[in-house]
């Protein structure tokens, strides 16, 4: 294999050495450019300019051989402040008075591009190494400038060379410092020349028939609005997406997921939860004969489909409201929504008031209590379930809807379909008021959402295993919706700090008990944040074409991909019942066990390796499988003994044989 450093620099050629590669040096002559404020994504950026510059050139070479490109990139960051190479010594002189006395991060951004048989691959990633400089002098800036060091980039940063001596601490790899964290560079190498797998997913039959569809099912979740590209307003003119909406439903079969949770799906003004009409898919998505044959598809390939029911509240151009707007008093939908007011008026200058969802008069309340409204919204789910066979209703809103209301909907869902599934969008309170035998099947568990990432933030493994036995105390049984972000909150690699704690909360988000939920590109660890109090930054356009390499490269997609199967593999992970085993703020491990058998999961959110003795039970002629994770481990004295890699975690399944 030919192996290419898109670099000059004097400082990575010595670096890549020391691993034992052999290597040309081609340096781009491509002119920078940065359009991000972010340092992680300037160096990437820039890592993958260089070594697609080269790349370019080696593929109108149109060789056979087989090439691997380096590109890398290096800055200095201080106070959200890039520190560029100094122009000239003066330069250099100003940036090591900035230096002096404080604290730096040093990012260093690598893209790896593998070329074989006309195929090309492509993996990029940053590190970041914090230093602190002592406090220089004048005179000893001058002295080390005078000396000729500071012509050299790295050399002007002081980081090494004759200004070690600068150096007071230095937290992580300096490797990275100097220009090239070889470490990550030889193992990331390993990883993209491996031999791509043969099966990308073991077809895993069934193995719990007896357990309802959605107690056991892995959801993929779906803003078809933001993932299509859709008008923002709804202005009328029809557009077609639900060719691009059947690939991505095969993506989630494909990646482990058996139930597709979409909305909002019907008639609208904007962002989808002001209901125009609730029998006409939005036009922005498709027809309903479009949808329709969406759901076939998902149902010919094991795929339960669940859509969104917005019946606390509609939008001011639903019929009902737009007749109280026209005959006021005399209108015969006056009592459809609650406190309407025509003595009072709002900004929309109606003439009369009226009770709304969360402040906003774009949404107006449904009178649930009004026998009316109750028979039309019930007649909507049989519509939806004749016309398209739904599996499921996801209530938008349910914590300020009717309980009543719940429990008779519960009761028409049950005529229509004995497994058909109710889960309620809940924030907070005791979750078991909610889903019960009576009520919902299951709500949306915002609790452990906040703590699966809070938690790992803080180092604080502590909040995580309160919150879980807090709400299996809470629902006794109830399986809750699980999930670590979806179209209103901020993207979950967005909300990390350390962003490699993204493996251990995937691999909770599976484990612990509950129905796990993906949100659509949260597999690819895509970011995202509202931005001036829009939620559309949540709720993007993406295409998988542009993720095809994801399948058999992505650590995080791959790892997805396992869970799903042992999530359809493994009963215990459905029905078993929870121990927690190990508890430190760092470390975690605990069990889902059933009579004979056990899956223990153990966690570590430290960023070194950690040991753990892990008690366990004893079985008569035990035996043990590593199901994630390829750290050896052995069994004394009733303990699992296992070592943790840093940020990472492992399962093993431990049974009777």
């Known amino acids: 294999m030919k192996i290419i450093l898109a670099s000059k620099s004097p400082r990575r050629r010595e670096l890549l050495s020391q691993i034992g590669l052999e290597f040309e040096c081609m340096a781009s002559e491509k002119q920078e450019e940065i359009t991000s404020h972010i340092p992680s994504e300037i160096v990437e950026h820039l890592s993958v300019q260089k070594a697609e510059d080269i790349c370019a050139q080696m593929e109108q070479e149109q060789s056979e051989e087989e090439i691997l490109i380096i590109g890398a990139d ?31 991060s040093v990012w260093t951004g690598v893209t790896l591009i593998y070329l074989k048989e006309g195929k090309k691959k492509k993996r990029t990633f940053s590190e970041e190494t914090k230093v602190t400089m002592y406090s220089i002098t004048n005179d000893e800036i001058d002295e080390y400038v005078a000396g000729g060091e500071p012509d050299d980039k790295a050399g002007s940063y002081a980081i090494q060379g004759q200004g070690a001596k600068f150096i007071k601490k230095i937290d992580g790899d300096y490797n990275n410092v100097v220009g090239l964290p070889v470490a990550r560079v030889y193992h990331e190498i390993q990883k993209i020349t491996a031999e791509k797998k043969e099966e990308i997913m073991e077809d895993i039959p069934d193995t719990m028939p007896d357990v309802k569809w959605y107690d056991k099912a892995v959801f993929y979740h779906i803003y078809p609005l933001g993932l299509c590209g859709s008008a923002h307003e709804n202005t009328g003119v029809p557009e077609s997406h639900f060719d691009k909406l059947k690939e991505w439903a095969l993506h989630a079969k494909k990646i482990g997921c058996t139930a597709i949770y979409i909305g909002p799906l019907f008639e609208s003004v904007g962002h989808g939860y002001e209901t125009t009409d609730y029998k006409m898919v939005d036009q922005r998505i498709g027809t309903n004969e479009d949808f329709k044959e969406f759901v076939q598809l998902c149902h010919d390939n094991g795929v339960r489909v669940v859509v969104d029911g917005v019946f606390n509240h509609t939008g001011r151009e639903f019929f009902a409201f737009k007749d109280i707007q026209k005959n006021r008093e005399q209108s015969r939908y006056k009592d ?31 009178n649930v209590w009004n026998p009316e409204v109750k028979n039309y919204l019930f007649d909507v789910v049989r519509f939806w379930v004749n016309e398209f066979d739904i599996d499921g209703i996801r209530l938008d809103a349910a914590d300020v809807l009717d309980m009543g209301f719940m429990s008779e909907l519960r009761n028409v869902t049950r005529e229509l379909k004995q497994d058909f599934w109710l889960m309620g969008e809940v924030i907070h309170g005791d979750y078991g008021r909610w889903a019960n035998d009576g009520r919902l099947n299951s709500v949306t568990n915002y609790e452990l959402h906040k703590g699966l990432y809070s938690g790992h933030n803080d180092h604080n493994y502590f909040e995580i295993a309160h919150t879980i036995n807090r709400l299996n105390n809470l629902t006794q049984g109830i399986k809750l919706y699980t999930f670590v972000d979806n179209h209103d909150v901020s993207r979950i690699h967005s909300k990390l700090n350390n962003k ?14 509950g129905i796990p939920s993906v949100y659509y590109g949260s597999e690819f660890a895509i970011d995202g944040n509202k931005e001036k109090g829009s939620d559309w930054n949540l709720r993007p356009c993406l295409e998988l074409a542009d993720y095809e390499d994801y399948y058999e490269e992505n650590e995080l997609l791959q790892l997805i991909m396992k869970l799903g199967q042992l999530k359809k593999k493994y009963r215990e992970l459905t029905d078993g019942t929870y121990e927690q085993l190990v508890l430190t703020n760092r470390q975690y491990a605990f069990a889902r066990r059933l009579e004979h058998s056990e899956i223990i999961v153990a966690l570590n959110n430290d960023d070194n390796s950690a040991s753990m003795e892990i008690p366990i039970q004893n079985y008569p002629n035990m035996q043990t499988e590593s199901l994630i994770g390829e750290e050896e481990f052995s069994v004394k004295d ?20």
Request: charged residues 20%; proline residues 3%.
């Open 74 to 104: 290096t800055i200095v960051v201080k106070e959200n402040q890039v520190l560029g190479k100094p122009k000239d010594r003066e330069d250099a002189k100003k940036m090591l008075k900035a230096l002096s006395g404080a604290s730096h």
């Open 638 to 657: 009733g303990k699992l003994q296992v070592q943790l890699p840093a940020n990472r975690g492992v399962i093993i399944y431990v049974a009777e044989a």
């Open 336 to 366: 459809w929504y609650c406190n309407v007011n025509f003595y009072g008026n709002n900004e929309y200058n109606d003439g009369f008031s009226y009770e709304n969802w969360g402040g906003y008069n774009l949404l107006a309340k449904l």
């Open 500 to 513: 490699e704690h993204i493996y251990d909360v995937t691999m909770l988000l599976y484990t612990v008990p």
